[in-house]
């Protein structure tokens, strides 16, 4: 779930950026 997750993660940062709380979460490699 945690990979879901991470991809609804990029999805807000990418169609909904307005949301996005910049946790960093998203943008680990």
């Avoid at 991470?6 to 949301?19: G, H, N, R, S, W």
């Amino acid at each position: 779930m945690g990979k879901r997750y991470k991809t609804f993660e990029v999805y807000l940062v990418y169609i909904d950026a307005d949301k996005c709380t910049g946790c960093g979460s998203c943008v680990e490699a």
